[in-house]
């Protein structure tokens, strides 16, 4: 669902500079926490934030994983 919902919106993410992928992962993690038992985000602030988090995590461990990998 996730990348079908990056496709469709591709258009609106290009005329926002990339902000709305978060309202994306937002959206996408609101349907995690209602699938998941004991996981639960109480409105869509939280999952927001929680998107960027997410996005900042992401992206941390990308470039510490670059890093390690050697390239022979």
Known sequence: IGLFLKIVTFPLTLITLGV???VINAVMLK?????VP???IRGFLPAFFGAIVLSVVNLFFKLLTRGLTSEE
């Not at 349907?31 to 699938?35: D, G, K, Q, Y």
Request: glycine share 10%.
């Open 31 to 35: 349907l995690a926490a209602a699938f």
């Open 20 to 22: 709305f992928w978060f």
């Open 38 to 40: 004991g996981f639960s």
